[in-house]
């Protein structure tokens, strides 16, 4: 099921736990959104990067986790997988005490391994956002365990729609294939404009007029996608004149074993998951 933003945010007060690019895009996001700022609290190590969120975004920010989250119905761990245990573990007791909303936006962490490190018994979200969020064009996929009532689904879903559309996964096995498609995703685009960047400086244009040809090729092919109705390849065969220059350069690509180098791509993204679960267990 797709859903997107709608209204602002209504907050009760949300916590994140790690301050780093990904809850930078989330929090840009709720404030854009209308979120009252007042109740989002933030524990991040860094003093600059605390600082820098309470500048740009009013929020407020604590050195540690365990100042962050008394009061707070919602906790959002957005901590490397590397830490998650530690994190998760020093704030135990409070968890046992207050029963909040878990969200997790780390890769392979799975929803039981944050309920048994959060001492057991609590409602946790598995979202998986994409850096797009900083625009609010991100799109992030949810799974959401047995304990998650109708309304914490909402708070959920209204945390992350205000980031761009919400994508909810039935199956939490799927969750690492969500990572190596969209989580992921973005980076294989800008592979991708650079790869074309550099191909068509080889061919002898400009820097700066090769990198705005990409990228804005990229953007107009973005925007066709999302707005036309039509599947990628009827759009592609419109540009496809036949034994035209998009038909040697697809020819090309086929040979060379594009789609399946892409699906090796995936299933290695796919794979990574599962293990940084593993081996932060
Ligand atoms: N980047 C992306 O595109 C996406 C990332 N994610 C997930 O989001 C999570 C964060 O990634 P990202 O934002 O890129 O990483 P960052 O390193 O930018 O952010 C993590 C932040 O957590 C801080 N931190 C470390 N220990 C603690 C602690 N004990 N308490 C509170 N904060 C702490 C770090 O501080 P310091 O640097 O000082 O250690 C850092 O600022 C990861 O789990 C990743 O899998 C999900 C979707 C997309
Ligand atoms: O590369 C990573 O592990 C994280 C998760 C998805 C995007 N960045």
Request: a negative charge; one cysteine or more.
């Amino acid at each position: 099921m797709t859903e997107s933003a709608t209204a602002a945010p209504s907050l009760a007060p949300i916590a994140f736990i790690g301050g780093g690019n990904m809850a930078r895009s989330l929090i840009g996001g709720l404030v854009a959104a209308g979120a009252d700022r007042n109740r989002i609290r933030v524990a991040e190590p860094d003093a600059r990067t605390r600082a820098g969120l309470a500048e740009d975004f009013g929020v407020a920010c604590f050195a540690s986790a365990a100042e962050a989250v008394p009061g707070a119905a919602t906790w959002v761990f957005a901590v490397k997988p590397q830490v998650m245990r530690e994190v998760c573990e020093s704030l135990t007791p409070i968890a046992r005490a207050e029963r909040p909303l878990v969200v997790s936006i780390a890769a392979g962490i799975t929803a039981a391994q944050l309920d048994r490190w959060l001492g057991g018994g609590l409602a946790v979200v598995r979202a998986m956002p994409n850096t797009p969020a900083l625009l609010g064009a991100g799109v992030t996929g949810l799974f959401a365990n047995a304990r998650v009532d109708g309304g914490e689904r909402e708070r959920a879903n209204g945390l992350l729609a205000s980031a761009g559309q919400t994508v909810w996964i039935a199956d939490e096995a799927q969750m690492d294939a969500v990572t190596a498609t969209s989580g992921s995703g973005p980076a294989y685009v800008f592979l991708l404009a650079e790869a074309m960047e550099d191909a068509a400086i080889a061919q002898g244009l400009p820097a700066d007029a090769a990198r705005i040809l990409a990228q804005q090729t990229i953007l107009g092919a973005a925007r066709m996608l999302t707005g036309s109705g039509e599947p990628p390849a009827e759009l592609r065969r419109r540009v496809t004149s036949p034994n035209g220059t998009t038909q040697a350069a697809i020819e090309t690509f086929e040979a060379g074993g594009f789609r399946a180098l892409v699906g090796r791509a995936i299933e290695a993204a796919t794979r990574r998951g599962a293990e940084l679960s593993a081996a932060n267990d």
